[in-house]
């Protein structure tokens, strides 16, 4: 059974950091490119970042590029968004993606960022 369970998230104040963690089982994760999606109330789900298999090749939206990084760990089949200088518009619900032939979605984890 394919499972990504997002963690980390909270509320914190701008300019404040949050790691955010999705720990993948059921499927081979080590040959999955894996992404981070956000989507905030009222809005569509957009693209935050993405890091191929081996974790050589990364992607970030221009909104994150500068403050987030994502990362990986495939020995314990893990994937992480390290969020840094935030903002009150990187509030959302940040979902993780494992992709290759198929695609498969965690269930969420809010962050909010309000003084």
């Known amino acids: 059974q394919v499972q990504l369970v997002e963690s980390g998230g909270g509320l914190v104040q701008p300019g404040e950091s949050l790691r955010l963690s999705c720990a993948a089982s059921g499927f081979t994760f080590s040959t999955h490119s894996m992404s981070w999606y956000r989507q905030a109330p009222g809005k569509e789900r957009e693209f935050v970042a993405s890091?191929?298999?081996?974790?050589?090749?990364?992607n970030y939206a221009v909104s994150v590029k500068g403050r987030f990084t994502i990362s990986r760990d495939n020995a314990k089949s893990t994937a992480f968004l390290q969020m840094n200088s935030l903002k009150p518009e990187d509030t959302a619900v940040y979902y993780c993606?494992?992709?290759?032939?198929?695609?498969?979605w965690g269930q969420g984890t809010q962050v909010t960022v309000s003084s």
């Open positions: 890091i191929s298999p081996t974790g050589g090749s990364t």
């Open positions: 993606k494992a992709s290759r032939t198929l695609y498969y």
